[in-house]
């Protein structure tokens, strides 16, 4: 009887690999390279993404969702979000939440706006003084996340009413005001709020802190380290990982990715508002979670994150295009995350049993 | 009898006599100052700073004691009623209340005034205020600003109006544009409106992507109000990444330093100043005297609409530099 392909393989794979691992390509080139990408953690984000883009391309394609300007919309969209989502899925690959950032965003854009704008300074002046805070917020929460060992999630929960209240307060006593203008001039505005045809430069942070995410995660001891933080942080702290200092610098990225994203957001509209990147909370980890990163920790890429992040900006904006009921968005992004995890769940359990 | 104990009674006795002393003494009313409860929106939504701004003002003005509490727009029925009741239970000498949501708070003024607290109602609920009891009302219609609205634009040209409302389900928003539609449609255009979901209300960038979608899959407007000024330089900024800036005429309420510019750069038509400020100024006056004297002015008294545009920009401008906080936030 003719074994089936299936048994063949595992029957021949496992002997392979328990003996010479270096050797192992004799299964890997029975499995096709479609499982082979399916068994990789961005393959939910990919097809998200692409299955959202053909539905609203068809659906959409003559409102205007194909033109350049369309394209710009979910772009910039995603690279928004992207740049946020990238810090918070890392994070998330590590174990931990954090539910601070909307607020971090929020507070930077209010430390901009003042210097800039109530007090006239360089711009560059508002910029520096709101990625030191953003970075001290996320040493704050990072800190009393590994020494208290308390859920990171109700950690920054409370830094978050924290940073929100307190910036609210502090500005209402220097300047009277929530919601304040914001003066951008000279190098502060190219980096910040330049426009190439309709795509904005956000684009380009996104592209560039997508690289050395991806570098950091697959190259380098530190990406090791924090799929080990996220995996099992017992077993990483017996092996010798740095799990404190791990979980403090992912903290401290995603506290600096906040206060780039309020950056580029206030000096662009010249308007600061407390009230800004609020939806990042929800958002960052839906983009995170539709792109392959496991809520449980230790599983997930940075170019999955990419793909939630598009998948997000092509659905929040196709529904305009279409003359949808515009929280009928957030019905499809929730779907699709129910979706994206669904699948994901099964790609992986698929991968445990055919590797 | 133990002497470590006496000494305890004898200081808890002078505690208590300390504290009580006050309550103790008839306490003649004019020397204490009235107290004003001022029940109004919160200062994250740049519509109030400069209302919170002519309140205090006023207060200090007048050596009046003010205690402003505010509602929590994510949570807005559930803080409405709470709020009222924290000022019912201060007893203040007067309630001014901006009524937002009035099926919730309609009943607090009505049991209010019974208590005997009188209510001023201040910004919003112009149709309700007298049916509950409330002697005077300060702040402008809602629809009315949707109508100075309609004309100005459909004057400018426009055929098909776009009006974009950011809180959805905000029944003084809806309002606005209910009083635009009806306007537009007696002066033969049409209208349309766009609630843009909760989660982009203060993002900028999406909004202004979100009214370009809109206009890219709904050619035929050639208009966009907008009720505050972050939406409406989020609708200018889309205006003109679609390279229709001249062809879409865009108007919107509030005002804001970039808002401003862009009338005077011509990219805004014009700005709705509804002058929160003096809601919050008169509120706080109107109250004081009617908790003084027993005098009130007769009807609603209008602190808005009021347009700004070409003609008096420079002016409002001037002001708008030298008092921060008093036409809209700096």
């Keep these: 009887m003719l074994a089936s392909p299936d048994q063949t393989n595992i029957a021949e794979a496992r002997p392979a690999e328990s003996f010479d691992d270096a050797a192992s390509t004799e299964p890997v ?6 499982t082979g990408f399916l068994l990789r953690p961005e393959a939910g984000g990919v097809v998200s993404a692409l299955l959202v883009f053909i539905f609203f391309a068809i659906a959409a394609g003559q409102n205007g969702f194909l033109t350049v300007l369309g ?10 979000l992207g740049i946020i989502a990238l810090p918070v899925g890392m994070l998330m690959i590590g174990g931990e939440f954090d539910l601070s950032v909307g607020s971090v965003v929020g507070a930077s854009s209010m430390i901009v706006a003042i210097c800039s704008g109530y007090y006239s300074l360089n711009p560059w002046i508002g910029v520096a003084i709101a990625f030191a805070f953003a970075a001290a917020v996320g040493v704050a929460n990072g800190l009393i996340v590994v020494r208290t060992r308390l859920p990171s999630f109700i950690v920054t929960l409370a830094t978050m009413l924290m940073v929100m209240g307190g910036m609210l307060g502090a500005s209402i006593a220097l300047t009277g005001s929530s919601s304040l203008s914001a003066v951008p001039s000279g190098s502060a505005q190219a980096v910040f709020a330049s426009n190439l045809l309709q795509f904005h430069i956000s684009i380009v942070h996104w592209l560039v802190l997508t690289a050395i995410a991806a570098y950091v995660m697959q190259r380098t001891a530190f990406g090791n380290w924090v799929y080990a933080t996220g995996g099992n942080s017992v077993t990483a ?8 200092r791990v979980k403090i610098i992912l903290f401290v990225c995603t506290a600096l990715a906040a206060a780039l994203s309020a950056a580029n957001e206030t000096l662009t509209f010249q308007n600061g508002n407390i009230t800004l990147g609020s939806q990042y909370v929800f958002t960052g980890i839906a983009a995170a979670v539709i792109g392959g990163v496991l809520l449980t920790g230790g599983y997930g890429s940075p170019v999955g994150t990419v793909f939630g992040s598009l998948t997000y900006g092509i659905v929040s904006l196709g529904v305009f295009f279409l003359g949808w009921n515009a929280d009928l968005a957030n019905f499809f992004v929730g779907l699709l995350l129910l979706l994206a995890v669904l699948a994901n769940h099964r790609l992986r359990q698929l991968a445990m049993g055919r590797a | 009898m133990n002497l470590k104990l006496a000494r305890h009674f004898l200081l808890g006795i002078g505690a208590t006599a300390l504290a009580a002393a006050p309550l103790a003494s008839p306490g003649k009313a004019e020397d204490r100052p009235i107290s004003i409860a001022f029940v109004s929106g919160p200062l994250n939504d740049s519509f109030f700073p400069p209302l919170y701004q002519g309140a205090q003002d006023a207060a200090k003005a007048l050596g009046v004691k003010l205690n402003y ?7 807005i029925e559930a803080t409405s009623a709470r709020t009222m009741q924290t000022a019912i239970a201060q007893k203040p000498d007067a309630i001014v209340v901006g009524d937002f949501v009035t099926s ?10 019974a208590a005997g607290i009188p209510v001023y109602v201040d910004q919003s609920g112009q149709d309700q205020w007298q049916a509950d009891g409330a002697f005077g009302f300060v702040g402008q219609q809602g629809p009315e600003v949707g109508k100075v609205a309609a ?10 109006i776009l009006c974009v409302i950011n809180v959805p389900g905000n029944p003084y928003l809806q309002a606005i544009c209910k009083g635009l539609a009806e306007k537009s449609k007696e002066l033969g255009a049409t209208s349309s409106n766009l609630e843009l979901p909760t ?12 009214i370009g ?10 208009a966009i109000f907008t009720e505050n000024a972050a939406v409406g330089t989020a609708a200018t900024a889309a205006v003109e990444a679609a390279q229709m800036t001249g062809k879409v005429h865009v108007g919107t309420m509030e005002i804001s330093r970039v808002a401003l510019q862009q009338i005077q750069n011509g990219k805004l038509d014009f700005l709705v100043n509804e002058q929160p400020y003096l809601d919050g100024y008169f509120g706080v006056v109107f109250a004081t005297l009617y908790v003084k004297y027993g005098l009130a002015p007769v009807g609603p008294v209008a602190t808005g609409p009021s347009i700004v545009d070409k003609k008096n920009i420079d002016k409002i401008l001037k002001v708008f530099d030298t008092y921060p906080n008093v036409i809209g936030s700096k």
């Design chain 2, 213 to 222: 979608a809109y206009l890219q899959s709904h050619r035929g407007v050639d």
């Design chain 2, 104 to 113: 919730v708070v309609d009943p607090y003024i009505k049991q209010a005034v």
């Design chain 1, 237 to 244: 702290r017996l092996a010798g990982v740095p799990v404190d």
């Design chain 1, 29 to 34: 080139r029975r499995r096709s390279r479609l």
């Design chain 2, 151 to 160: 004309e100005r634009l459909i004057k400018a040209g426009s055929k098909n």
């Design chain 1, 71 to 80: 394209t710009a919309n979910w772009l910039d969209t995603a690279s928004d």
């Design chain 2, 199 to 210: 989660a982009d209300s203060t993002d900028q960038g999406k909004v202004s992507r979100d």
């Design chain 2, 69 to 75: 509490i505010p509602i929590d727009e994510a949570d």
